[in-house]
């Protein structure tokens, strides 16, 4: 039942995916508008919200249950190889409950991001996951552990203005991730979000 419920789950995250691709993929640049030179270091924030589900190992949490999260902050810090491709760290994360606690699900992931039109980019790599107690709601010996995994992303945006190198992008995001609790427990986590990106 589970394993059909996170089947449902991620071919509805993949079609909003696809959609979104899609969409921005039937932009066209059929005005005279010169398209961007992008060069050097590269730096964002985003903000948005969508939905996360966990499941844990040891059964207090499962799958069945997806809940509304923001994402915030969101950052990511790069270096364009050239005005199509860039290498980038970055850094998304969602807030979840977990026993009355507030934690935070994120991750730091060396990842490649690809312009495939002017204004629509897509992005994605695998990293480090991270399952933290949120900054505001720790407490000692209760909500202060913090465990290490994998995740791996996947993200598509669409620039909706730009101004020199200034760019306000929509953007979705997909991450997967496991993380490694004490005796032998693990936790796996889905986040999906939409967001407004401010980049430079």
């Given at each position: 039942?589970?394993?059909i419920k996170k089947q449902v789950l991620l071919k509805r995250i993949a079609l909003t995916l696809l959609f979104m691709s899609?969409?921005?993929f039937a932009q066209n640049n059929s005005n005279n508008e010169t398209l961007s030179q992008r060069s050097g270091f590269i730096f964002e924030f985003a903000l948005g919200g969508g939905i996360i589900s966990i499941e844990d190992s040891e059964g207090l949490q499962t799958f069945d249950k997806a809940q509304g999260a923001i994402s915030f902050p969101e950052f990511k810090f790069g270096?364009?190889?050239n005005d199509k491709?860039?290498?980038t760290a970055s850094m998304p994360g969602m807030i979840y409950e977990f026993q009355d606690n507030d934690r935070h699900f994120g991750?730091?992931?060396p990842s490649v991001q690809y312009w495939v039109k002017d204004r629509w980019w897509i992005y994605g790599g695998i990293g480090l996951a991270i399952d933290?107690?949120?900054l505001y709601d720790i407490e000692d010996n209760l909500?202060?552990?913090w465990n290490f995994g994998c995740a791996v992303m996947a993200s598509s945006g669409y620039e909706i203005y730009k101004k020199k190198n200034f760019a306000l992008n929509m953007q979705s995001k997909l991450v997967l991730g496991r993380a490694f609790l004490e005796n032998d427990v693990e936790r796996d986590a889905v986040t999906f979000n939409v967001g407004l990106g401010f980049s430079w």
């Amino acid at each position: 039942m589970r394993s059909i419920k996170k089947q449902v789950l991620l071919k509805r995250i993949a079609l909003t995916l696809l959609f979104m691709s899609n969409m921005a993929f039937a932009q066209n640049n059929s005005n005279n508008e010169t398209l961007s030179q992008r060069s050097g270091f590269i730096f964002e924030f985003a903000l948005g919200g969508g939905i996360i589900s966990i499941e844990d190992s040891e059964g207090l949490q499962t799958f069945d249950k997806a809940q509304g999260a923001i994402s915030f902050p969101e950052f990511k810090f790069g270096y364009m190889l050239n005005d199509k491709l860039a290498i980038t760290a970055s850094m998304p994360g969602m807030i979840y409950e977990f026993q009355d606690n507030d934690r935070h699900f994120g991750a730091l992931i060396p990842s490649v991001q690809y312009w495939v039109k002017d204004r629509w980019w897509i992005y994605g790599g695998i990293g480090l996951a991270i399952d933290a107690p949120a900054l505001y709601d720790i407490e000692d010996n209760l909500n202060d552990d913090w465990n290490f995994g994998c995740a791996v992303m996947a993200s598509s945006g669409y620039e909706i203005y730009k101004k020199k190198n200034f760019a306000l992008n929509m953007q979705s995001k997909l991450v997967l991730g496991r993380a490694f609790l004490e005796n032998d427990v693990e936790r796996d986590a889905v986040t999906f979000n939409v967001g407004l990106g401010f980049s430079w």
